[in-house]
């Protein structure tokens, strides 16, 4: 075919410049033969390639096979057959019209054989590439020269932009090829004068003509100057188009992506945590490297948050801002937060039964108590093992009228007061919805124990008929160890309190973090859930910042001191009594119109607690008041009654064993609290 392309190029040019009419006939041969076996490979590029199909190199094939026409004898009768000679001076202004319209023809159709040859060395350069990479291969293992060839190749997006540069080159040049010699031959359009017509006359009749010819002459001197002026606002025209295409074509394939990652990194840098969600690239762009670049930054950058998160926002903000060095190790800061601390029961035990699996069991019951604390406005921090921080950031700094455990000597502040310091400190958050909203402090509080209460209740469904951890109750080890009785069961610690969030480690590794005694009392608080026996221990200052709706779900059980502290801590729970479909859908959050709405604690305190008896907590609750005033008699006579409506209640039993200990009267010394001597 490459062959048959040089000729469609040279041929008739050769039929002319070399050869006599006798031998035509060979020529026009040759080019029917040549036009036929064009059509067959358009047929069967047609056929085999889909993206040939009407595409680009289809209509250009069609048109540089069409332009092959004038050079067979197909047309030759028509064109230049013999005709009247008493016609002749009538038809030659036409016969030259037609003449130069048909050289004008040839010569795009020639230009655009070439394009012709381009193609064809392309395929042959590319089938000897994939030749040698069979031999290559058939002849070492190691791939290497293949891989060295695969280098040599243009990307995808030098490609693409290479290859729409070449066709808009074809496309301006054939159009100027296809005007311009109507443009340089005016008399073309002027239509049969004396003038296009003078060469039909003989040389006697020229002297009659001499004023005719130079008024002609003028004439065709005014029309030469109109053509020229419309070729030159062609030329710029055409000039441009082709730097509007050309500029397009840059922008769509290199540019736009650049600056849609530009884009990226800028908006992480001034909000670490925001959304990374990109508008669509240009469609038929997936394949190119600057989509993969972009894709892969993206990528990058939600790495980054995942593994960074909340505490690590600073971290990424700082540095993504800035064209310095990396600098992780930057100062950290203080804020104040409500923290939750939860711990997965028989972990050891669990991780020797699952092994491999084990990854896998941590990260179901991970997906819920993450999916639970973002959905109420928090924020997983770490994952150790069986153990969780969580943390919902309140404020920068400390939040006025908070009192620290450590800080004996403080004042509380009024209500009043602690109001109007706080009026203007909230938190933007989506949850679980789509647009953000300010949530106060007191909002934030009551988030957390919700959602905390909704992981729980997930890890029941769960552990059900059909729930997601079901298949790691029934492995056989598990089965085998736990004698088929094995359930998935975590306690926490919800406490709220100043910390420093910074960057923990060195250049070699960091974890971002919060380092303060309250994130250590969240964690002493679960660890005495086995004490208190309860899945869930608040402390007083988290309680003290629910508002009285939340308030009234929890029921206080002790005082106690902790190592550190000289301040009493009042301990708290919070308890849930129907885990059914009815629980579940109260504690779900609602969204409406793309934004999460704020917490109905009336509809979850109905849900959750609907079935708790309330005679019991107000039993229990005068029998803590007795317990703290010292009157531990009638202390005792409230437990009594309240063990014998739920014996198993772990509050209750763990009072019971204090005052047993004391022999049921409180010590001489008793200030309304006692130490916690034990996690």
């Excluded at 069991?361 to 770490?382: E, S």
Aim: charged share 25%; glycine share 8%.
């Amino acid at each position: 075919m490459v062959i048959l392309t040089v000729y469609a190029l040279f041929g008739d040019d050769v039929r002319l410049a070399f050869y006599d009419v006798d031998d035509d006939q060979v020529f026009y041969n040759l080019s029917t033969f040549a036009m036929a076996m064009f059509l067959i490979e358009m047929g069967l590029q047609y056929y085999f390639r889909e993206e040939y199909r009407w595409g680009f190199y289809f209509w250009l094939d069609v048109l540089s096979t069409a332009s092959m026409i004038p050079d067979t004898n197909l047309l030759t009768a028509v064109l230049y057959s013999d005709g009247d000679s008493s016609a002749a001076g009538g038809e030659t202004a036409s016969t030259m019209k037609a003449g130069k319209t048909s050289r004008a023809g040839a010569k795009a159709g020639r230009v655009v054989k070439i394009v012709r040859l381009i193609r064809f060395v392309r395929i042959f350069k590319i089938l000897k590439m994939r030749k040698q990479a069979e031999d290559d291969e058939a002849t070492t293992d190691d791939g290497k020269n293949l891989e060295a060839k695969l280098e040599e190749e243009p990307s995808k997006v030098g490609k693409k932009l290479t290859e729409l540069t070449v066709r808009r080159v074809i496309v301006i040049v054939l159009a100027m090829i296809m005007i311009f010699p109507f443009l340089d031959d005016p008399d073309a359009f002027v239509g049969e004068t004396e003038f296009t017509s003078y060469e039909a006359l003989t040389l006697n009749d020229l002297h009659l003509m001499t004023d005719t010819f130079n008024l002609t002459g003028n004439e065709q001197n005014r029309v030469a100057s109109k053509f020229s002026l419309i070729k030159t606002i062609i030329i710029v025209i055409g000039l441009s188009v082709a730097v509007i295409l050309f500029s397009r074509d840059a922008e769509t394939l290199v540019i736009d992506p650049i600056e849609r990652m530009i884009k990226l990194v800028k908006k992480l840098a001034d909000n670490p945590l925001a959304s990374l969600y990109q508008d669509q690239t240009e469609e038929g762009a997936e394949g190119f490297e600057t989509n993969l670049l972009e894709t892969t930054l993206e990528k990058i950058s939600s790495l980054l948050q995942v593994g960074f998160g909340v505490a690590g926002a600073q971290i990424i903000q700082s540095n993504m801002g800035s064209g310095g060095d990396l600098d992780v190790m930057i100062p950290g800061k203080k804020i104040t937060a409500v923290f939750g601390f939860g711990i997965m029961e028989e972990f050891t035990n669990t991780c020797s039964c699952l092994e491999e699996e084990m990854c896998t069991y941590i990260n179901t019951i991970a997906k819920i108590i993450h999916d639970n604390t973002c959905a109420y406005h928090g924020a997983p921090n770490k994952n150790i093992g069986s153990a969780f921080l969580l943390v919902w950031k309140i404020c920068d700094g400390v939040l006025p009228g908070l009192r620290d455990l450590r800080d004996a000597s403080g004042e509380e502040l009024g209500a009043e007061r602690k109001a109007e310091l706080r009026k203007n400190i909230g938190v933007m958050s989506s949850g679980a919805g789509e647009v953000e909203r300010k949530l106060s402090p007191q909002e934030l509080v009551d988030s957390s124990l919700i959602g905390v209460l909704k992981m729980r209740v997930d890890l029941a469904f769960a552990n059900g008929e059909g729930g997601t951890l079901q298949e790691f109750k029934e492995n056989k080890k598990i089965v085998d160890y736990y004698n088929g009785k094995f359930e998935v069961d975590m306690g926490f610690g919800l406490h709220i309190g100043w910390a420093i969030e910074g960057a923990i480690g060195s250049n070699y590794k960091i974890d971002a973090s919060y380092l303060s005694p309250n994130v250590n009392m969240a964690a002493r608080l679960e660890a005495a859930t086995h004490q208190f026996g309860t899945p869930l221990l608040v402390s007083g200052p988290f309680v003290n910042e629910m508002s009285a709706a939340a308030r009234a779900m929890c029921r206080k059980i002790d005082v106690v001191t902790v190592k550190g502290s000289q301040i009493p801590l009042e301990l708290w729970t919070c308890d849930i009594s129907n885990f059914d479909v009815t629980c579940l859908e109260a504690l779900s959050p609602r969204i409406q119109d793309g934004a999460q709405k704020a917490i109905d604690l009336a509809v979850i305190k109905k849900g959750v607690q609907r079935d708790f008896d309330t005679e019991f907590k107000m039993i229990f609750e005068e029998g803590v008041d007795f317990y703290i005033k010292g009157d531990w008699e009638q202390a005792r006579d409230r437990i009594d009654k309240c063990l014998g409506i739920y014996s198993g209640d772990g509050p209750c039993n763990s009072l019971s064993r204090v005052m047993d200990r004391e022999g049921g009267k409180a010590p001489d010394d008793w200030r309304g609290f006692r130490e916690l001597t034990s996690k």
